[in-house]
């Protein structure tokens, strides 16, 4: 087996990269799902930003459909350090989960190596195979405004794992130029209830360390009140966590300017 090949199928994915012949062993395969997101079939001239964009699927994706500038941001540091603040509860297993980083590492440092790179950091090691030019950035969704201002920005299932998802919607705003892209994960997602209500329930010890559960309205309001002129749920599907073989509800929101 060839290093890399080996490195698809048996290092740390989260996403599923399908890519000349060889498919990486990811906890989601969006390209199943794609369609779900509502995005433009073309993104030429654009400038695209990812928050939270872990390997990058999305960023990738973008870049591939004519993007001319895509920056992805996230607060993994790829050196087995916790990326982000867990409940206590849940903080033993999230430094588990990151420490793969620096094991994935140290096991494939040679695939690595070879294309450049000195930490397993998956959205610059595609972008090195496809030969795309992409930036990553180390940061926060706290803290945006050093990055501008771009066309499009992505923000894909990371609110519910914030401590702060009112704040975190106002960094988007400020990055904003013309639409931003929210996709939420959610139990809260069906329902009439919980489509028309603002409700937000506490789960902060549960579900892969989500703080809250949001519901489509309570996050059509965030957005309102964070200074979007429109915002409103385009999509709902179910998404299939390949780790856990459980499938978990999503609604994506497109908010404008
Ligand atoms: C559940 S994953 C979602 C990845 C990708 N956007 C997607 O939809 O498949 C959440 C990502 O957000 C990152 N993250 C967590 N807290 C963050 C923060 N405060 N700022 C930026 N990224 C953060 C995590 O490291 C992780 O890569």
Known sequence: MSDLK????????????????LTSNGTYDIEQYIKYYKFDADY?????FDVGCSDGYFTIWMKERGAS??????????DGSLAFAP???TKKDHEVKYMQYAED????RSVYEKFGLDSP???????????LEVEFHTGTIYDLKTYGEFDVVMCNDLLEHLRDPIT????????????CIITVSSAMRTGWFRQSNPVITYQGHISGGSFY??????????????GFGKAEVVSRFDMINRVHNVKNSHFVLHAYR
Do not use: P
Not at 44 to 48: A, R
Not at 73 to 78: A, F, G, L, M, R
Not at 168 to 179: P, R
């Open 44 to 48: 030429s001239g654009k400038t695209v």
């Open 69 to 78: 500038r895509v920056c992805g941001v996230d607060s993994n540091k790829y």
């Open 105 to 108: 590492y140290a096991r494939f």
């Open 87 to 89: 409940s206590n509860a």
């Open 168 to 179: 975190a919607i106002e960094q988007l705003y400020f990055a904003t130029k013309e639409k």
């Open 213 to 226: 559960s949001l519901s489509e309205a309570s996050v059509v309001a965030m957005c309102k009140a964070a």
């Open 6 to 21: 080996e490195l698809f199928e048996k290092g740390r994915w989260y996403h599923c990269f399908h890519h000349e012949g």
């Open 121 to 131: 950091n998956k959205l610059l090691l595609m972008s090195k195979l496809k030969a």
